[in-house]
């Protein structure tokens, strides 16, 4: 499903630093891990796996297409079938998640040809009553539970989560885990960018690749 073929990126404002010759495979209901430093800041690894940067040398393939030579129309529709949840306090955040899930539902009906179930069955297991609105006053954790509900509706096919802990209080993560199974189990597959140690190493979790970001390196862990 995603491919990174010896992708390098060469270290940019954005993000921590750059990264040389990243190669692996997520395969469909596979999980991924990649440990990061504490504080060690945004990596390029998610945005290479949407598309939303192209590597300096090397390639990076979403169902054995090339990101890069994609037309701005087939990266629409392949950018479809992508959940992301990004890191606290980014840019990237959608400002109004309600509205950015209905135009999700709206993509799930298009690509599946039915309706949209809606997001109570979600919400209850992540524990939301309601979408908070954003703004001033608005709770902080309740705002990353709703990024958490925004990431997996309308069934993603790729899941991409950026330290989606942040933030978020440690009891809060068996309901993370249980969307991630849930997720796995209809075959999607999940790359999850991790800094906690209770993820890292959680007994539930079962994991089929675990990466370390290592200097310019995304070192393999047995």
């Known amino acids: 499903m995603l491919e990174f073929r010896f992708a390098s990126f060469d270290p940019g404002t954005a993000y921590a630093g750059g990264y040389e010759k990243i190669n692996f495979t997520l395969r469909e209901g596979e999980l991924m891990l990649v440990h990061v430093v504490p504080g060690s800041g945004r990596t390029a690894i998610a945005d290479a796996a949407q598309g939303a940067i192209a590597p300096t040398r ?9 990101w890069s030579k994609m037309s701005g129309r087939e990266k629409g529709r392949s950018g479809s079938y992508i959940g992301r949840m990004y890191e606290a306090g980014s840019a990237d955040e959608p400002a109004d998640i309600e509205k950015d899930i209905q135009e999700r539902a709206k993509r799930h009906s298009w690509r599946h040809r039915r309706k949209f179930g809606g ?51 440690t009891e809060r993560l068996p309901a993370l885990l249980e969307e991630v199974r849930l997720a796995r189990k209809r075959e999607a597959a999940v790359l999850w960018i991790t800094e906690h140690v209770d993820v890292w190493g959680h007994p539930d979790l079962m994991v089929d690749q675990r990466y370390a970001v290592d200097g310019s390196r995304l070192r393999p862990v047995e």
């Open 58 to 66: 090397g390639e990076v393939l979403f169902y054995l297409l090339e």
């Open 119 to 169: 997001l109570e069955p979600l919400m209850k297991r992540i524990g939301l009553d309601a979408l908070p609105k954003s703004g001033e006053g608005a709770d902080p954790e309740s705002l990353r539970l709703a990024q958490w509900v925004r990431t997996f509706a309308a069934g993603p096919e790729l899941i991409l989560l950026e330290r989606p802990m942040q933030g978020v209080s």
